[in-house]
């Protein structure tokens, strides 16, 4: 039998899942086996996780969003979050993150799981103290594996880890200047307790165990971007690349052991940097699924950041981007609200369903096709059903009601589509009338 999906494919045998996301993606078992196998695509699909439709996230496929939730000690309310996963799920959402790191933290966790048919992921770091009622400093370096083991059991898709962090990639950040130093929440954590202990990183020494873990649950590891950019200034700076160039390494490292790898990137960047970054990580990191927040292409929206994220988000899988983390209006400012998330949801599926068009990912532009078509009919249930978020097309067409049905409120009789649909089919015009 097998342990892992990366498992079954080395060995040629087509899972449950792999069957579905074939069918799915319109992608040959065969192809997506292949690209399985070797690393190129993950499907991130705990043993634990019963609730699951499977998805993959890698060469090929059509680009998936992740959502960010969780409670915080400033905002510590289960159900108002779990409300959001209901939401997430019902907008489309493919992978949800458990980013939780005060309070009722388990209790959150496992109900997710529970009711998610999307892919989890968290970030163990994040639940250590809590776990434990322990101060940063004074947790061990197994306490830290044994967090890890219980999202495992918990049922997990992929945890994030900042393995990349070791004693080398920190003296390289010592020497070089950033404007944000580390941004990354995980990231900053795992360094400060390196610094309190004058110890190497505990991920990255104790990396085979880890895999020990990810292999028993297949649990997909996430390799985290401790220091990627989180202003323009620091982007593609020496800091990023050392931690890039090690994330390779421990991908082939986890790929003997058939445990399945995603590499998450930057952050913050200008946009002519975006594609040099994308074609950066495929290399070093030999194509392995990318991940990345954003990027946010400036950094002063704050209020507007789904829509900087959206713009970096879209040039970024155009170039070859897996995995977009959306962003909030929030971002930066306070834990996001329901609306917020609504808003973040929606801005990164705008960016991945461009950047599959770009790619020529099967029948991505067959619902702009529909929808064009809709629009030469001047059909306005058909657009609404077609719209990316309904809810909102509906309501601005009744918030607005025009005097004849075939138009709208912006052009009225003079509509382009209104005239051409007329004068087409040999009718009079009629625009005074």
């Given at each position: ?12 045998i ?8 074939a ?90 799981i ?7 992921g ?14 940063l ?16 059991e ?31 929440r ?55 690349i ?32 975006i ?106 249930e ?52």
């Amino acid at each position: 039998m097998y342990k892992t999906q990366m498992e079954a494919a080395k060995k040629g045998i087509l899972t449950k899942e792999m069957k579905s996301i074939a069918e799915s993606e319109s992608m040959d078992e065969k192809v997506l086996m292949e690209r399985v196998a070797k690393g190129e695509i993950a499907i991130p699909a705990n043993k634990n996780h019963s609730s699951l439709l499977a998805k993959g996230v890698g060469n090929g496929l059509s680009t998936k969003i992740n959502v960010n939730l969780g409670i915080s000690k400033d905002c510590p309310d289960v159900d108002k979050e779990l409300e959001k996963v209901k939401v997430a799920i019902d907008m489309k959402a493919d992978a949800i993150m458990d980013l939780s790191s005060f309070g009722k933290t388990e209790e959150f966790r496992k109900k997710l799981i529970t009711m998610s048919t999307a892919m989890v992921g968290t970030v163990p770091v994040y639940d250590a103290i809590g776990f434990y009622d322990k101060e940063l400093k004074d947790i061990k370096a197994e306490e830290f594996l044994d967090v890890v083991r219980k999202h495992a059991e918990d049922g997990v898709d992929f945890v994030t880890i900042h393995a990349g962090l070791n004693r080398e990639a920190v003296n390289l950040f010592k020497r070089n200047e950033r404007i944000t130093n580390i941004v990354s929440r995980g990231g900053s954590l795992i360094y400060a307790w390196m610094e309190l202990n004058n110890a190497e990183n505990p991920f990255y020494e104790n990396f085979d165990k880890l895999l020990d873990i990810c292999e028993e649950y297949d649990m997909t590891i996430s390799l985290g971007d401790a220091l990627r950019s989180g202003c323009l200034n620091d982007a593609t700076d020496a800091c990023q690349i050392k931690e890039l160039i090690t994330l390779g390494e421990l991908t082939k490292r986890a790929w003997k052991r058939n445990v399945q790898i995603i590499i998450e990137g930057p952050g913050h960047m200008a946009i002519d940097e975006i594609e040099a970054n994308v074609k950066l990580e495929k290399k070093l990191c030999h194509n392995a699924p990318f991940y990345v927040l954003g990027p946010l292409v400036t950094d002063v929206a704050p209020g507007y950041d789904h829509i900087t994220s959206a713009i970096g988000g879209a040039i970024a899988a155009a170039a070859g981007v897996d995995f977009l983390c959306y962003v909030t209006p929030a971002e930066h400012l306070r834990l996001p609200n329901l609306d917020d998330m609504k808003e973040g949801i929606i801005a990164s599926r705008i960016a991945a369903h461009a950047a599959d068009i770009s790619k020529k990912v099967p029948n991505a532009i067959d619902w702009d096709n529909r929808m064009a078509k809709y629009r030469a009919d001047i059909d306005w249930e058909g657009m609404f059903t077609e719209a990316i978020d309904e809810e909102k097309a509906r309501r601005y067409r009744k918030e607005s009601t025009p005097e004849n049905e075939d138009t709208c409120t912006m052009c009225g009789k003079m509509c382009s589509m209104r005239t051409m649909k007329k004068v087409m089919s040999g009718e009079d015009v009629n625009i005074l009338k």
